[in-house]
């Protein structure tokens, strides 16, 4: 039996691929969630402790004139008061539960809802944790604020219902931050005094009202982002969503990180082979620290099972960018998706060049020697392809970030061990069908160099392979918007001949990139100071690019701005 064929100690070590594979081969093996999530979290009905919400309503009332002007003493005195009332609250029942309570002397409630300008309303929310709880990654750089109030993460929970109502509502729910503040009314005579909880949303306000003054509110951009995308069922979809895809398809989609507002720009995340959005949290979290860059960018990602072959996926990005504007901006009038930005990984980055590029016939000819209708096939078969192959430019997408992307392959996609570890890979249905079909019966339709690869190379592998003939077609079809590109030289300082150890520069590299970053940092590059702080850079570019000013928080806290007041799109709403 022929052995392997060694990589070269320039592309990447064994230790290096074996580490890449056997999860790979363990999740081939594996199963995995078919539907929604459960809960993360789970709570038990008991009685509200209205003692211990008494005392922590006393302890703010005595501290928070104080806190207001800054006095160090009633400051902390203030916040444990805030944490020990929203720990008590929570033990009671998840936040859509919460009732107005009234106590000797008080009577506790909760700010209207505002739509989150500047304010949630509790009953939204399936779930509420503070941030401080939320163990975030050490490599993760922190986005906290110093202020005022107590740092949440607030969830709604994923539903049916909910996903036929608003387009781009993550599969695992959505979680997004809240500062708590306790304020107080002046004493009437005969009644309580009135204490009311608001939960402030600091994307849209990091100032807030107490005791008559404006003080700076806590926040924390990086703990919701932690528990929106360490959930196993956006993890998972790597590993099962490589081997097979099919099962995994519908799970595909565009999600956001926020509910959607018309004047923000859309930023897609799109991650590469075998990965998943949690790769860019970093970034997303800087860019939600950033109090520019956050009020002029909603972050959204695509998740998508990553078996499928490059030109299958990048159609459904397509379809999942023309749904978006479809659903979001029907009269064409919305001020931020116009200035839509695609940042894409690895095999993710070759998803985002086919948004910016037309295909000609030149995709098709990468494949077929005939016409779409020489084809034996079923109609929906020969649609898939059409769509595949031939597609235009995404015109509200005006530019692209490729990270660590293989533009002409990567040889790793032929090394025998990867060609080995493809007898677990599981063909979606239609793909092996339509393969074997043309195969069968239309031979001499095919492109000759596509009889090297499995079923028309319908793995996503073997399309990344630098001998897959639709790389020359990539290659061939222009670039329409301003592009970036960011590469890896895992610290060798050797470009021109340097590699991220998976893919060379020789491949990352693109002609006309309005910039080109190498960064000391191996393919996973995602993560890097250096690739985040170039992400922030260029959103700025694109920002002042766009003559677009980043949208403004309201100018006075607790108020919504007279341009906000008509009645958002319904993804702002969150209603059920």
Not at 53 to 66: P, Y
Not at 188 to 207: D, I
Not at 257 to 283: M, T
Request: net charge positive.
């Amino acid at each position: 039996m022929r052995a392997p064929p060694v990589p070269p100690k320039s592309s990447v070590g064994w230790l290096h691929l074996l580490a890449w594979l056997m999860p790979l081969l363990l999740a081939a093996c594996a199963t995995g969630p078919t539907g929604p999530p459960t809960p993360r979290k789970t709570y038990v009905d008991k009685p509200l402790d209205r003692g211990r919400v008494e005392r922590a309503l006393v302890a703010a009332d005595r501290s928070a004139a104080g806190a207001a002007r800054g006095l160090p003493e009633p400051t902390r005195a203030y916040q444990r008061a805030v944490e020990d009332l929203v720990r008590a609250l929570d033990d009671s029942g998840p936040p859509r539960k919460w009732k107005p309570v009234d106590l000797p002397g008080y009577r506790l409630d909760y700010a209207a809802d505002r739509r989150g300008l500047p304010d949630w309303g509790a009953w939204r929310w399936d779930e509420l944790d503070l941030a401080e709880d939320i163990r975030v990654p050490a490599k993760v750089p922190k986005a906290r604020g110093p202020g005022l109030g107590v740092p949440l993460a607030l969830t709604v929970n994923y539903s049916e219902k909910l996903a036929e109502k608003y387009f781009a509502l993550p599969q695992n729910g959505i979680s997004l931050p809240a500062t708590a503040l306790l304020e107080f009314t002046p004493v009437k005579r005969g009644q309580p005094r009135r204490a009311t909880l608001r939960l402030v949303n600091p994307r849209e306000s990091r100032r807030g009202q107490l005791a008559g003054r404006t003080v700076p509110l806590a926040w924390d951009a990086v703990a919701p982002v932690e528990l929106q995308l360490r959930d196993k069922f956006v993890q998972q979809l790597a590993f099962l969503g490589f081997f097979d895809p099919g099962r995994y398809a519908r799970r595909t989609g565009i999600f956001a990180l926020e509910p959607y507002r018309p004047n923000k720009i859309p930023v897609v995340f799109v991650h590469g082979l075998n990965s998943d959005p949690h790769i860019w949290q970093s970034a997303a979290a800087a860019v939600l620290a950033d109090d520019e860059l956050q009020r002029a960018y909603q972050l959204w990602y695509f998740i998508y099972p990553t078996g499928l072959p490059v030109p299958g996926s990048a159609a459904r990005l397509r379809a999942q960018l023309r749904e978006a504007q479809r659903r979001l901006n029907p009269t064409g009038r919305d001020p931020g998706m116009p200035h839509t930005i695609l940042i894409g990984h690895s095999m993710g980055g070759l998803l985002t060049r086919m948004q910016v590029t037309d295909s000609s016939d030149l995709y098709w000819k990468a494949y077929f020697r005939g016409k779409p209708e020489d084809l034996l096939l079923t109609d929906s078969q020969r649609q898939s392809l059409k769509d595949a192959l031939f597609f235009e430019d995404v015109p509200w997408v005006k530019r692209a970030v490729f990270a660590a992307t293989p533009h002409r392959g990567s040889k790793l996609a032929d090394f025998g061990i990867v060609r080995f570890v493809l007898f677990f890979f599981r063909l979606p249905l239609n793909i092996a069908e339509a393969s074997t079909r043309i195969f069968t019966l239309q031979p001499e339709l095919v492109n000759p160099e596509l009889w090297q690869f499995k079923s028309l190379g319908g793995q996503s592998v073997q399309t990344l392979s630098p001998r897959h003939p639709y790389f020359r077609a990539m290659e061939a079809r222009p670039i329409r918007v301003p592009f970036h590109s960011i590469i890896g030289d895992r610290g060798r300082g050797d470009t021109p001949n340097s590699s991220d150890g998976v893919v060379p520069y020789s491949s990352s590299h693109v002609p006309g990139a309005r910039s080109e970053l190498i960064v000391p940092a191996p393919h996973t590059l995602t993560e890097h100071p250096q690739t985040v702080a170039e992400i922030l850079r260029i959103l700025r570019e694109h920002l002042r690019a766009s003559g677009r000013p980043a949208a403004r928080a309201p100018a006075t806290p607790g108020k919504v701005p007279r341009s906000s007041r008509a009645r958002p799109p319904a993804e702002v709403t969150l209603r059920r």
